[in-house]
C-alpha cells in the first residue's frame, strides 16, 4: 500500500521551492513571503540549476562602511503611526563580554522590509556626562507623549556608586538623536534594599488613561528585582504617589513612590515589557501583561495582574524556551494592522552570540480567556518560506530531536544530528534554503538552516560527516563548509543534488539513514527531492535500511536479508514498502574482515532501481595467546602483572581470578590493551597462596558484546 510523505500543506511549501528557476524571481512572493534569487540565470554553468531562496529572521541585518555585521540586541518598538521603529543597543563586542557603544534604530512600514535609520545616540560620556563607562547602551525604550519622544535606558551611573541607573532622553523625532536629561532619572542607590547593582536596568513604558478618564505614565525596570513607578507629565521626574515630598522606594504606594513589585513573578531575571491588549477601536482592555526573561539562560515568560502598581501577579507561562545561539533574550510586544508582534534577540547572524545579537520578529497569538500561546524561535519568522526535503526512501530530512540546554558549557551547537526521518517534531523537518554564505552572488549556492533552530546551518565536517552546527565564528571558511552547490539529482534530474563547497566533489548523502558525505558513487542516495508531481506515479527512487545494530556479519556466514527494510517512492511523493526485492547477499565475499557494500534492486514498471548498503564482515572474538600473570603480594597494595599477545579486532580484554580450577570465577577488571597492572587494593591476593587467572577477549558485534573462551594460567604468588 502506498503511504503519502506529506500533507497537503506541506505539498504547498515544498512546491514553493521549484528546481529550475527562471532568471528573474519578482522580491515578494504571490503569498506574500519574500523570495529571494542569488543571482542572474548566465551565472548558472553546466549541470547546476537554482533553488528559490528566502530570508526571515533576523530582520536586523544592517552592515557597517567596511563590511561588518551591525549586531544588537534587547530590542524595543514604536509604532508611530504607520511606521514601527525598532530600536536596539548596537553590539561591538569581539569577545564573549559586552561592549555597546550606542543605540541604533530600524523603520517598517510592511514588517517586511527593515530600513537601517542609524544611531539614535551613544551611550559615551559626551553625551551621558553621568555615564561611568561610556560603552554600555544597555536596554531601553522610546514612548511617544505629546508630540515628543521620550527615550528611557540603562547604563552603568558614576554618580551613584558605580551602581546602574536609569536615564532619559528626549528627542523631537523617533530616530533621534535622543538628548539625555543630564542626570539619572532613578539613581540605582535609590532602590534599596538591592540584591545586585545591576538591579535597576531594562527599563519599559506604558502610558494610558484609564476609565475615570485620568493619565497613567508608569515606568517599569528591574533585574532580580521588578521595580514600577509612575511618572510625571514631564515624562522625565517620578510622581511623588504619596505625597511626602521626597521619592523613595518600597513595597506600596501608601509608603513609597517607587514600587517593589517582585513578589509573585516566577524566576524573574531581567526585559520587563508592559503591555495591555487594545479593542477594535484601539482601546485599551484586559489585564495587564508583563513580558520577561525567564531563569538561565533566559527563557521568555509572562505574568498578568489588573493594577501595575498594587494588582496580584499570575504567572501565565513559559512562551519560549532558551535560544540556540544566545545566553540572553529581550522582547518587545507591540499591535500593528491588527495583529500582535513579538520580537525577540537571539545570536543567529553569522559570528553571533549572546554578545552580538540579532532581532528576530514572531506573530503572537492569544486564547479565548487571553492567556497567551507559545511562540517558537523560527528562522522564517513571519515572512519566510520553509522547505522540506526528502531523501531517497522518502523520509524527510530532519535533526535529531533536542531542547535547547540551559547550561552555557553546551554551547555552541556544532555535533547536531542529523538524516532521514531523525527528528520526532514536525520543526526538525523544515529548512530555510537560503542564499550561499559563501557567496550571495552564485545563483547554485545555497545555505539550508534549520527552521526551529535558526542559527544553525547543515555543516559539512572535513571528516566527511555533516552535522547542524552555528557559524559562531562568521570565519570565511566557516561559511564554506555551510554552502552548497545545487546540480540536477545524480541519480534523477526530477531530484537535486548538493555539492559542498568547502569539500569539492562530495556530495549531501543519506548512507543507512544518516546525513554524510560522500562522492556520489550510490548516486540515489546523494539526490534529495524537493517537489512532486501528483500526476506522475513512476518508481522514482529506493531507500534501503538495515535494522539498528544488524548490519555485522561473522567472517565465513552468509549475509541474510531479514533485517533489511526497501521503501520505494515515486513521482507523486507516494511511498510503499517493498518485500519483493532482490540482491547480491549470496554473492559478497565473507571470507575476510572489511566494509562490503549489499546491492538492492527493485523493478517496477519498466524501471529498476538498485541502490547499496554498507554490512561489515568481523571476526568472533578469538582466544588470547601466551598468557602470563605474576603476583607480588603486599600489605597495601598487591601487583598482578598480566601480559599476552593482542587478539586482532578484539575491542578489549576481561580479567577474572578463581582459587580452585574452573570454579566460581570472579571479576576483576576489563582493559583495552594486552599489557597491564592490576592493583589489588583489597588485600584479595595473599603471599604464597595459589590463584587460577583467566582472561577472555571481547568484541562489540551488533550492539552486543561477544566474548572469547578463557585462557587460564595457575599462578603462586609471591
Known amino acids: 500500500m502506498r503511504k503519502k510523505v506529506f500533507l497537503s500543506g506541506v505539498l504547498a511549501v515544498a512546491m514553493a521551492v521549484t528546481l529550475l528557476q527562471p532568471c528573474s524571481v519578482p522580491a515578494e512572493a504571490e503569498d506574500g513571503n519574500a523570495a529571494v534569487t542569488a543571482g542572474p540565470e548566465s551565472s548558472l554553468t553546466g549541470d547546476e540549476v537554482e533553488l528559490a531562496k528566502s530570508a526571515g529572521n533576523p530582520i536586523t541585518t544592517a552592515f557597517t562602511e567596511d563590511g561588518k555585521p551591525i549586531y544588537g540586541g534587547d530590542p524595543a518598538v514604536l509604532v508611530d503611526g504607520d511606521t514601527v521603529y525598532l530600536y536596539t543597543g548596537h553590539d561591538e563586542a569581539v569577545t564573549e563580554a559586552y561592549k555597546i557603544t550606542e543605540w541604533v534604530c530600524y523603520s517598517t512600514k510592511d514588517l517586511k522590509e527593515w530600513k537601517y535609520e542609524g544611531v539614535t545616540m551613544k551611550a559615551d560620556k559626551d553625551s551621558i556626562k553621568w555615564a561611568n563607562t561610556g560603552q554600555d547602551a544597555w536596554a531601553g525604550q522610546v514612548a511617544k507623549y505629546k508630540d515628543k519622544y521620550y527615550f528611557y535606558y540603562c547604563t552603568w551611573d558614576s554618580t551613584a556608586d558605580g551602581k546602574q541607573s536609569i536615564g532619559a532622553a528626549v528627542s523631537d523625532s523617533p530616530t533621534g538623536p535622543f538628548v539625555d536629561i543630564g542626570e539619572p ?29 485620568v493619565e497613567h505614565r508608569y515606568l517599569a525596570w528591574g533585574n532580580g528585582k521588578y521595580y514600577v513607578c509612575e511618572l510625571n507629565e514631564d515624562m522625565v521626574s517620578v ?82 524556551p532558551p535560544a540556540a545561539t544566545s545566553n540572553t533574550n529581550h522582547m518587545a510586544v507591540f499591535d500593528f494592522r491588527g ?100 557567496d550571495a552572488s552564485k545563483a547554485a549556492y545555497v545555505s539550508i538552516q534549520s527552521e526551529n533552530k535558526p542559527g544553525l546551518y547543515l555543516t559539512a565536517n572535513s571528516d566527511k560527516t555533516v552535522t547542524l552546527a552555528q557559524d559562531a565564528d562568521g570565519a570565511d571558511a566557516t561559511a564554506k563548509r555551510q554552502t552548497f552547490r545545487t546540480v540536477k539529482g545524480l541519480d534523477n534530474e526530477k531530484g537535486i543534488s548538493f555539492e559542498s563547497v568547502s569539500e569539492p566533489g562530495y556530495y549531501l548523502t543519506i548512507s543507512n539513514q544518516v546525513l554524510c558525505l560522500s562522492k556520489g558513487t550510490n548516486k540515489m542516495e546523494s539526490t534529495f527531492y524537493m517537489n512532486f508531481d501528483e500526476n506522475d506515479t513512476s518508481l522514482l527512487s529506493i531507500g534501503v535500511v538495515i535494522a539498528k545494530n544488524k548490519n555485522q556479519f561473522y567472517e565465513g556466514s552468509k549475509i541474510n536479508t531479514k533485517n533489511v527494510t526497501v521503501t520505494a517512492l515515486y513521482a507523486d511523493g507516494t511511498t510503499k514498502k517493498i518485500t519483493n526485492f532482490t540482491s547480491n547477499a549470496a554473492k559478497v565475499d565473507t571470507s575476510k574482515t572489511g566494509n562490503k557494500n549489499l546491492t538492492v534492486s527493485y523493478t517496477e514498471g519498466g524501471i529498476t532501481k538498485s541502490t547499496t548498503v554498507p ?71 595473599k603471599s604464597g597462596k595459589t590463584y587460577y587467572f583467566y582472561v577472555r577477549s571481547f568484541i562489540k558485534f551488533n550492539g552486543e558484546y561477544k566474548y572469547s573462551g578463557y585462557t587460564c594460567v595457575k599462578v603462586k604468588a609471591k
Open 185 to 213: 532619572l532613578v539613581r540605582g542607590t535609590v532602590t534599596e534594599p538591592q540584591s545586585s547593582n545591576w538591579n535597576d536596568i531594562d527599563p519599559t513604558v506604558w502610558i494610558e488613561t484609564d476609565d475615570a478618564g
Open 239 to 320: 510622581k511623588d504617589l504619596n505625597g511626602d515630598g521626597k521619592i523613595t522606594c518600597g513595597t506600596s504606594k501608601e509608603s513609597a513612590d517607587i514600587i517593589d513589585r517582585t513578589e509573585g513573578l516566577s524566576a524573574f531575571t531581567e526585559a520587563p515589557w508592559l503591555y495591555r491588549r487594545q479593542d477594535e477601536n484601539g482601546r485599551f482592555y484586559g489585564r495587564y501583561y508583563m513580558f520577561y526573561a525567564y531563569g538561565w539562560r533566559e527563557q521568555m515568560a509572562y505574568a498578568s495582574t489588573d493594577s501595575l502598581l498594587d494588582g496580584t501577579w499570575e504567572f501565565g507561562k513559559v512562551l519560549m
Open 339 to 438: 495583529k500582535t508582534y513579538f520580537v525577540y534577540h537571539n545570536g543567529s547572524r553569522p559570528g553571533g552570540s549572546g554578545f552580538r545579537r540579532s532581532a528576530c520578529i514572531a506573530e503572537m497569538k492569544f486564547h479565548e480567556d487571553g492567556s497567551v500561546q507559545e511562540i517558537p524561535e523560527t528562522a522564517a519568522g513571519i515572512v519566510g518560506t520553509t522547505s522540506a526535503i526528502y531523501t531517497n526512501s522518502g523520509a524527510k530530512l530532519s535533526h535529531q530531536t533536542f531542547t535547547n540546554s540551559n547550561s552555557d558549557s553546551d554551547y555552541p551547537y556544532t555535533k547536531v544530528k542529523v538524516g532521514a526521518g531523525t527528528g520526532k517534531e514536525e520543526g526538525d523537518s523544515q529548512w530555510l534554503v537560503m542564499a550561499g554564505k559563501a
Open 615 to 685: 554490512v561489515s564482515i568481523v571476526a568472533k572474538a578469538a582466544k588470547v595467546k601466551n598468557l602470563k600473570v605474576s603476583v607480588k603480594a603486599a600489605k597495601k597494595t598487591s601487583k598482578v602483572k598480566v601480559s599476552f599477545k593482542a587478539v586482532s579486532g578484539a575491542k578489549g580484554y576481561q580479567l577474572r581470578y578463581s582459587t580452585k580450577k574452573n570454579k566460581k570465577l570472579e571479576y576483576l577488571d576489563e582493559r583495552a590493551k594486552s599489557s597491564f597492572v592490576y592493583n589489588d587494593v583489597d588485600g584479595i591476593f
